[in-house]
């Protein structure tokens, strides 16, 4: 019988999940080390192993038009839990893939729990076990004992701020100046409309930019993920800002005033699978809780909202991923460590799985032969998000970044633009499905 290194895993998020089962499912045993329910974050509210924090969506579905759906397909490709998840507990949500965040993460925690190769410890750790192997994989919210261990290991963290949308009550919601509608009708009613008159967006605007905002602690430095900003620091850019961001209008007609496009609009998705919680879509703030009540509900039709969370802000930490780690997502300086998700560098849900997933495999490729061979080429979205993680900038100018098609090499071939993204995901689908087969050449128990 073969015998394994110990693997331990810190972190059962997403990444932490999903390298979890990677290497479950290669008969490769796991510790993986959660410290929730026990010790929480200021964004967790649960014990729930792959809990989602922020928006309960996993963004585009579509692998033909943006990056984000195409590290969708890949993944399904290549057995992702999480997208195994994501399919059993789709909500309607467009073209987006959108989940009932309970069923969603209990569910990957019945998965893990149930696993025979995997041993789920509740417990906070304050540095890696000594014996064996460890991966990092306990995200931008990383406990205090560790975070401190991890800055005397690799030195001073970087660090930016993530902030979470307020979710509001359906039957607290006024359907007479709200509607339901997708923009441009794709995906049929999957969200709710609140319209905004010039007069009514201009107060909006005037009551963010004077609304009471949570204070940053003596410690923390103001700094935020591009792809992430509060809606206050958002209007604080231009009046126009918003209008042409999360509060654009184009694409939908009010029906309460003759299928006229509002001046303004705020959308809200469903965010459980009965339906009776709607998240404000793109609505991070950093607003104090009294202001997100007050300035929220002055939008039409949320005058009466019940609001069952607000929004909030915690501090995120991410290493120097491009100096520190080689193309296995191992520290360079301690060949036993090896990190993933967003604590990487990587930004969003799908990206922190997705290389929570090539860490898996890296591990279970480690465990079975004794070396790693090549990682995912970059020409697919797995490969141009870690070449992302371990050749971009150094220091200073490396930063968290979502998947998006401006990471992959050019097309080697003339392509009209339009066709551009479509010829890029073709590209990406083949070069991954390569990659898999010859894997499977080396005989290593991969799919």
Known sequence: MKTYPTIHIIGAGL????????LAQRQVPVRLYEMRPEQTTPAHRSGYCGELVCSNSLRSDDANRNAVGLLHQEMRLLDSLIMAAATLHRLPAGGALAVDRDGFA??????????????????????????????????????????????????????????????VALDSIDFGKCWKQSRYDKGGDDYINCPLDQAEYEAFIDALLSG????????????????????????????????????KPVGLSNPHQGGKMPYAVVQLRQDNRLGTLWNMVGFQTKLTWPAQQRIFRTIPGLEQAEFMRLGAIHRNLFIDSPRLLDDHLRLKSHPSLFFAGQ?????????????????????????????????????????????????GSVGSNFQPMNVNFGLFPALTQKTRKT?????????????????????????IPFV
């Open 343 to 391: 604590i990487t560098g990587v930004e969003g849900y799908v990206e922190s799985a997705a290389c929570g997933l090539m860490a898996g495999l890296f591990l279970a490729e480690l465990a079975h032969s004794g070396q790693m061979t090549t990682p995912p080429p970059p020409t697919t979205a797995h490969g141009a998000l870690l070449n992302h993680i371990v050749s």
């Open 106 to 167: 209990g569910w990957i925690t019945e998965q893990l729990s149930n696993h025979p190769c995997i041993t789920l410890v509740r417990t906070e750790l304050a540095h890696p076990p000594t014996d064996g192997i460890s991966l990092i994989a306990s995200g931008p919210l990383t406990s205090a004992p560790l975070a401190a261990w991890l800055a005397d290991l690799l030195g001073p963290q970087l660090a930016f701020f993530d902030a979470i949308a307020p979710i």
């Open 212 to 247: 009471e905002q949570t204070p940053f602690k003596p410690f923390e430095k103001e700094e935020y993920f591009e792809g992430c900003l509060p809606i206050e620091v958002m209007a604080a850019r231009g009046r126009e800002t918003l209008r042409y961001g999360p509060m």
């Open 15 to 22: 990444a932490g999940s999903e390298a979890a089962w990677q």
């Open 419 to 443: 066709d551009r993204k479509m010829a890029l995901s073709q590209r990406a689908l083949s070069d991954l499905q390569g990659w898999i087969e010859r894997k499977s050449l080396d005989k």
